[in-house]
């Protein structure tokens, strides 16, 4: 199952609720972890680039230190140097083989990655703007400003990486088997309704052999 939230719909809890209740692993952090344990590449390199979060200054440095050229890498030094567009390759072969097992990925473009997986589920949470603000700040327990700004920064963030990425708009309906209001409901009853679509896909995705 995929996962794409917007900031604000409280995704980074219902993403790891969800997969409890369906008994099955949520893949957050351990996608960039695996690729850098494939690849020789720092986890904190491969999450740079590809990631639709806002990136730290450290993390931006990190990004470009794996790109750079080098005229004294080795042989394993080279592996530092992986292209963009590889290491997102290593990411969608790893989600494509984890959700065929069982799995919740969020974000990282995973609707248009794992679309042609017939019993991978692909939900969107979204919410109008000024209650995903709203949202943010009493969970973050910030100022209006300050959640506004970090809105505002990571949909800019993750848009563009899926623009980027996959020339993509990582807000078309047509990507998705169902949107979400997140700001209409609780956490509990946004669970609630995803678990049970879950169950429900995978059913409908068992009876006609879709499982492949």
């Keep these: 199952m995929t996962l794409a939230a917007l900031y604000g719909t409280g995704g980074v809890v219902i993403g790891p609720e969800v997969a409890r ?6 893949l957050d952090r ?18 740079a680039a590809a990631d639709e979060r806002p990136l730290s200054r450290w993390q931006r440095l990190l990004a470009r230190l794996a790109r750079a050229p080098s005229l004294t890498a080795g042989p394993a030094q080279e592996r530092w140097f992986l292209e963009e ?6 990411i969608r072969r790893f989600m494509a083989d984890a959700v ?11 609707a248009i990655v794992l679309r042609e997986v017939p019993q ?24 209006r400003a300050t959640a506004e700004r970090r809105v505002e920064a ?8 899926v623009r980027r990425a996959y020339g993509a708009d990582g807000d078309d309906p047509a990507l998705y088997h169902l949107m979400i209001d997140a700001t209409a409901f609780s956490v509990d009853a946004c669970v609630e309704l995803i678990v049970a679509a879950a169950t429900f896909h995978m059913a409908l995705a068992r009876s006609t052999g879709a499982t492949a």
């Design 21 to 26: 209740r369906l008994g099955v692993a949520f």
């Design 30 to 47: 351990a996608i960039p972890a695996s690729v850098a344990a494939q690849s020789g590449v720092p986890e904190e390199v491969v999450a």
């Design 85 to 90: 567009g590889e290491m997102r390759a290593e």
């Design 100 to 110: 065929r097992s069982g799995g919740v990925v969020l974000g990282r473009g995973g």
């Design 120 to 143: 991978a589920l692909h939900v969107y949470l979204g919410g109008p703007l000024q209650a995903r603000i709203a949202r943010a700040a009493e969970a973050e327990g910030v100022d």
């Design 154 to 161: 990571n949909d800019w963030a993750r848009r563009e990486y």
